[in-house]
């Protein structure tokens, strides 16, 4: 191995691409953000986003952009774990030296526990949970919206849309989550149901924030449905202690939000993380290149 | 009205498109099958469906292609109640010489009923709820997939697939639902994530037949789910019941598989169509051409 090699680590998810240069040593150099890198969505894409980042990172190292062949990249991408979209991104004839590939997950886990074993769930606009034994990664729940990620920002805002849309139609008990979703969406009464049709997970997601405002004023429906979520995210924590791995990171935006809902033993076996998704990337990069 | 005008009745849904022509008396005279017209969905393949029952009715009736400018038109259209989609079809320039736009609800009631008053409940692909009372219908319920049509074969195609995922991660209890979905899509384990990602309502409610089945069978997670589906329609029944229609006609695909799991009491007030959908837009035509 050269002394000059250098390392890009790349986190990759729905709605940015993050890289970051390291030398052999692991110091960092320089860093990028590019666009959307979900494998899953969209594979043009993702290669075109981890290319943009992977420059970026260089120019901000104040490398030459001819730099990008001679880099060993890690890179962590959402919808990897798809047979297809895996296939899709190792059949890249991509411009780097080397390309080792891993689900964002793994690296998120790599990250957080600066590469040793441990666990992690993720709760943000998707939900997942991740165990690393004995350097082998198992991933439980995820899968997609609408039909997986209990507990995640866009399983909230869909279980908030249903209920408001039974109180509606006095089909379900009334909840304060029809004024806050009207509110939201600058619409009234079916122009919910227009705003919202075809919508992607992430516009779901956007109105998670809604259902903790209103379960904190007391609506019961609101309540129960972060009960019913934080209920299932237990369920995945017990489900990663089954698996090995008892103390676990919790990451992603719903995290703080999430967490004073938890059981009591399941939030006192969480763990602030080590470091970044991106460092797990460039640990994925250091580690596959040296085997 | 000139002896000789012509009624034609548009059935238009999420697969296909019926006409039914009529003369004045209301006796039939052909009748027309086309595709999709989902105003929701497809403001322009509905009216290219429209017109094209129109023809293949007019052709049936063996009377010439260009007395379609001489149809007056009544036409049921799912998605109309929504403002937007109503206002796309009735900004047409259609070919007709007159052309009156209702709900494919509202023509289903008025065909279940022989245009008297009365209450629909529609369990197919979708769910939805109708009370016509003094001629004013109210809709209940519907809005659409992922979070509409509650108790609906998409419904419970999205329950089921929620609840095999769940037990393929042993995060929720074991169901022969996984290995049934499995088996219809033709793949296994998150093959299914991949066969199922983006698909459409109708995608969905191509599973609901394998929850009856594992229901029968005796799996807990389906009778779970069907009950579920169920109890929403009594609801719905009763909120009909509420409006002012006790009695009620319980149409579309579902209809037969879901009556053993309704309460008693709801079970006991359906009542047997008197005509179907498009006979209903054959009435809406003749009626309000005569207002």
Sequence with gaps: ??????????DGGGSKC??????????????GVAGPANAFQDACQTRVSIVEAARQALADAQLPADALGGLVVGAGLAGVNIPRCHHEMTAWQHPFAAFYLATDIHVACLGAHAGADGAVIVAGTGSVGYSLVNGVGTSFGAHGFPFGDKGSGAWLGLEALKAALLAMDELGPATTLLGAIESHLGTASLGIVDAMAGGSSRDYGALA???????AAGDAVARGIVE???AYLDALARRLQRAGTG????????AVHI???????????????LGQPDEGAVRLALTAHRR
Tied chains: 1, 2.
Excluded: H, N, Y
């Excluded at 924030?209 to 379960?215: H, K, S």
């Excluded at 676990?248 to 719903?254: A, D, K, P, T, V």
């Excluded at 967490?259 to 993380?273: C, E, K, Y």
């Design 18 to 31: 993050k890289a970051r240069l390291v030398d052999t040593r692991g110091e960092l150099l320089g860093t």
């Design 259 to 273: 967490t004073p809902w938890l059981s009591a033993d399941v939030a006192a076996r969480i763990r602030a993380p």
């Design 209 to 215: 924030p809604l259902v903790f405002t209103a379960a």
């Design 247 to 254: 103390e676990f990171c919790l990451l992603g935006g719903l």
């Design 228 to 230: 019913e979520g934080a």
């Design 1 to 10: 191995m050269s002394r000059d090699q250098l390392f890009l680590g790349i």
